[in-house]
């Protein structure tokens, strides 16, 4: 019986979108003129199955490439997220959409994550953006980055010795994001007590399964756990919050301690302070987009650093160089990351090949004309990294592992672009490049590793992953 009522209802909702399909593009004719070639899928869903079903074979770029092949043209039309959708590929159009951020268009997130992360003042994900933007660039310039390298090293160090050390055998993926998390929680807010942080992170992980849900506010659903979850983590970061203003006014707390503090302290345009509940909003924002992108790319790392002996060792030298510079228990500094070079061109080659973001939506804010083809107002736009990062035009012989192709003057402007470009351009850049290339010493001057599944499968949901966790057998390497 209920599944007769199911089949009703997805009838009608069916019958009533191809209707609105038909009503509005055919019989009002307001179907714009002149629209980039592709095709929008089927009513409601579009091609997001298609693109979705890319991913979780591990073949992103086959969804946008097909395309490029398929309609001859590097712009195309689609819908993906239930929005009708304009694909942009290639660096030319990389360099348009970054540098008509706010103009043209505008960052977009879809409005079921206006749900998860709502905020006191009722404004809705994108202003809160513009607010965070503003705010985050003092925290995170390399400058002041720098006193926190020792942080980093020193909880790497913690990381290694509690999950890594004694053990043949582990599974790379959750431990580089328990890295990446319990790291983000003492730069962010000071907790480091592991406890504190594996609490933490169980509801974080409710709360990111939600956000890649289907948005369902249904008792059970994962998208109402996610809703759940943020809400206790945003009460539990709103009491820390309490008392650090009033350890600040104490001075027992410090205002450069970590991005708690700076948020209570630094007054926007107007002289205004942000409400504590914001802060906590804040918060919950960078610990969710800040740590699963740096723990996928960490991982990635671990994945070709196994097949490939020769990469491997030139890492190694390169951080045992510095390591022997080092006095005992003196922890890494500025100068140190400064010598990591050939490293982070590795890391760069990971980030090409496994980007942990495949693209961003944009919303178009006006009509305007891009190669001659019309984008209509309301319409929202992907970039994609792959349209580069792949493309043997600006990268030869795509998918070999070379990290040379960043030595010198590196990628082409808008080739390389796992961080995105123009004024969105990620504000945690900085950090992520830190935190890896604090992971990648510790991790080199104690182990060699193998893989114990030789071809682990990549599944892209919507970060990529191997599929089982990237299980290895670690040998450790004489002190
Ligand atoms: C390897 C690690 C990372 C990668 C690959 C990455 C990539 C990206 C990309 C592609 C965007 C979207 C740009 C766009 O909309 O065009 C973005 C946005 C953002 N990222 Fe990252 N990210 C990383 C790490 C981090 C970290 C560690 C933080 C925080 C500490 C962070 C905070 C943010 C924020 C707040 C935004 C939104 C910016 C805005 O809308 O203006 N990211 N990131």
Redesign the pocket.
Known sequence: MELFYVSILCLFVLLVSLSLHFLFFYKLNLKPKNLPPGKTGWPVVGESFQYLAAGWKGQPEKFIFDRIVKYSSYIYKTNLMREPTVVFCGAPAHKFLFSNENKLVQ?WWPSSVDKIFPSSTQTSSKEE?IK??KM?PNF?KPEALHRYIGIMDNIAQRHFEADWDNKDQIVVFPLSKRYTFWL?CRVFVSMEETKDVDRFLERFNLLAEGLLSIPVDLPGTPFRRAINAAAVIRTELVGIIKQRKVDLAEGKASPTQDIMSHMLLTADEDGKFMKEYDIADKIL??LV??HD??SS?CAFIVKYLAELPEIYQGVYDEQMEIAKSKGEGELLNWEDIQKMKYSWNVACEV?RLA???QG?FRDVLTDFMYQGFSIPKGWKIYWSAHSTHKNPEYFPDPYKFNPSRFEGTGPAPYTFV???GGP??????E??RLE?LVFVHNLVKRYKWEKLIPDEKIVVNPMPVPEKGLPIRLFPLKA
Do not use: N, Q
Request: glycine content about 16%; proline content about 13%; charged content about 10%.
């Open positions: 960052s953006a965070m933007r985050l995170f983000a924002g960078l987009g800040g992108t740096a790319a980030l980007p942990p973001l961003a796992p961080f995105g969105r351009m990620c504000p945690g850049k950090y992520a890896i």
